[in-house]
């Protein structure tokens, strides 16, 4: 093949594709790499450094400052500070609207967790305030919003999302996001924070280990350790230089004690902690088997984002975790059992760090769908809700 053609036609390629990119998504970001010895391109999909998101959120809560506010809630061990974003109406008011949690990136290295949060927030307060527009040019306007259906069955799926509903849900609804719980983790691009560890315990002299995972750090029912040792895989969670370490007691990390400091000053009604991999959405309880008395709420809540981005809802859990015997220290069990929070967990993506552009913002567009769903869904709740409190 004529070099100086392909050539060619691999630029017009690559713009066309960045052009679309573009367009479609105007910040995220799309790298590519180029093998040297012939016309294979390999795009490779950039996702938000802590800096760069840092940076971001700094000029959109400037510009955005009616309805995104930045505060950060504490530091990490490394001295980052663990960012959270409002996003409301009259957002430096603590209004009496039911607060929505989205969390991100309990676990350094599982990039889609924070970068689809980033995706929303981009897409809440660009598109909050403008007049209902035909996104896709074919004549017809808001006819495929984000659900995760092509409904208007031209083979593209939600290409035109309603500009109303974005000012409807950022009216009536507090949305809280900590895209990046575990700062250290995601520029280490590690599982546990990088904090030492001196012994299981803390009574080394020295530094034996480094990191605990956050979460396995939220303190709910430790104790059960020490009854059901074995259940609860003491051992895994106990050894400090093991990928499950819990810590040398409950809340003894930052970043998870930054997270339950913000949480007890908020009414929050649902959240969503984003993990990755595995296309599969979980809800308490993780430390057993036993349904929580709020079992066919979190079933409705969880079927109806499952139709937008497909995911299995992991309901089977006498299976997998028995009576005695599950996982100990998560978020989601904190949340809903201290605060009476309808916690889910979201496990993105079918592997861990996707580095195929269009997989990434199929993953961001879907999930802005699921944030859009769960805000809706929090504004008629409570009354519903078992009262855990
Ligand atoms: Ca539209
Ligand atoms: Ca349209
Ligand atoms: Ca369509
Ligand atoms: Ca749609
Ligand atoms: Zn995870």
């Known amino acids: 093949m004529n070099d100086a053609i392909s050539i060619r036609n691999w630029m017009i390629y690559l713009v066309s594709c ?11 970001g799309v790298s590519q790499t180029v093998s040297l010895n012939g016309d294979t391109v390999d795009y490779q999909y950039h996702y938000f450094t802590y800096q760069e998101m840092t940076d971001l959120f700094h000029g959109l809560a400037d510009n955005h400052s009616d309805i995104m506010s930045l505060t950060s809630i504490g530091k990490t061990y490394e001295g980052r500070d663990i960012w959270l974003v409002k996003i409301s109406d009259n957002v430096y008011e603590n209004e009496d609207e039911l607060g929505v949690l989205l969390l991100g990136a309990h676990h350094g290295n599982e990039k889609p967790s924070f970068e689809i949060l980033i995706y929303f927030i981009q897409h809440m307060v660009e598109n909050y305030g403008k007049v209902n527009t035909d996104d896709d040019e074919d004549g017809l306007v808001n006819e495929d919003p ?5 409904n208007d069955d031209d083979g593209l799926v939600d290409e035109d999302p309603s500009e109303d509903r974005v000012r409807e849900v950022v ?13 250290d983790g995601v520029e280490a691009n590690t599982r ?3 904090a030492p560890n001196y012994g299981p315990f803390g009574f080394s002299e020295e530094i034996t280990s480094y990191g605990v995972n956050i979460n396995r750090n939220y303190g709910y029912k430790w104790y059960l350790y020490y009854i059901f040792p074995r259940s609860y895989y003491l051992l895994f969670n106990i050894i400090d230089s093991s990928p499950n370490y819990r810590g040398e007691r409950p809340f003894s990390e ?11 000053t908020q009414d929050i009604s649902i959240s969503v902690s984003y993990h990755s991999y595995g296309e599969v959405m979980f809800y308490p309880w993780m430390y057993t088997s036993r349904r929580t008395p709020d079992e066919n709420l979190f079933i409705s809540i969880g079927e109806n984002m499952s139709k937008i981005n497909n995911y299995y809802l992991y309901k089977g859990r006498q299976y997998i975790i028995p009576r005695y015997g599950g996982t100990l220290g998560t978020s989601e069990d904190w949340l809903y059992g201290k605060r009476g929070i ?48």
Not at 146 to 150: A, N, S, V
Not at 367 to 378: D, F, I, K, M, T
Request: glycine share 2%; hydrophobic share 40%; aromatic share 10%.
């Open 192 to 194: 546990k924070n990088l």
């Open 146 to 150: 984000i659900d995760g259906f092509d």
């Open 171 to 183: 009216d009536n609804t507090q949305i809280f996001l900590i895209t990046m719980v575990n700062p």
């Open 18 to 28: 960045l052009f679309l990119a573009s367009a479609v998504f105007p910040i995220i």
């Open 254 to 264: 930052n970043e998870s004690k930054s997270v339950k400091n913000f949480v007890e």
């Open 342 to 389: 309808l916690s889910f967990t979201i496990e993105l993506c079918s592997k861990r760090v996707p580095t195929d552009p269009d997989v990434v913002q199929n993953v961001c567009l879907k999930h802005a769908g699921v944030n859009l769903y769960v805000c809706e869904r929090s504004w008629t709740i409570e009354k519903e809700k078992f009262q855990v409190k």
